[in-house]
């Protein structure tokens, strides 16, 4: 008897009642709603930057976006405010080659995007004719 005395008593403290026999109501628990900020689609990408149209990798970065711009690209904030303008789309990024003064030379850059872009897989990879025209093309996102 004594045994079910102290598993009662130890069930009542769990529950948050008293011992002593005096009965009390249980305190309301009170949902609070997810505020929109605790919520989001995760934004992590690994972005390369390899010579000729080969798999190879010269210099690689990380870029988070979600909950907030961070990794090892040395501009985050400006290139994940890009990527969000062009809704993740890499060949919808803010071009100026239009406007910029490349050399005609003929050495391959292969950029590349691997991760997740607002909770969607991405992999995403494109050739240019040179460093010169691939900054130009993909703005603040590659460049590192």
């Not at 990794?71 to 990024?93: K, S, V």
């Amino acid at each position: 008897m004594r045994g079910r005395a102290v598993v009662t008593a130890a069930v009542a403290l769990a529950l948050g009642g008293a011992v002593t026999g005096s009965a009390r109501a249980a305190e309301p628990v009170v949902d609070r709603p997810a505020t929109a900020s605790g919520l989001y689609a995760p934004s992590a990408l690994v972005l390369t930057v390899g010579k000729d149209t080969a798999a190879s990798v010269d210099r690689a970065v990380t870029l988070s976006c979600a909950p907030s711009a961070g990794g090892t690209h040395p501009a985050p904030e400006d290139a994940c405010r890009e990527l969000g303008a062009a809704g993740g789309d890499f060949g919808a990024l803010p071009s100026a080659l239009p406007y910029t003064m490349c050399t005609r030379e003929w050495s391959p850059v292969t950029a590349a995007a691997s991760g997740v872009w607002q909770g969607k897989r991405v992999d995403w990879s494109g050739t240019y004719n040179n460093g010169c025209e691939m900054r130009a093309a993909l703005g603040a996102v590659f460049a590192f």
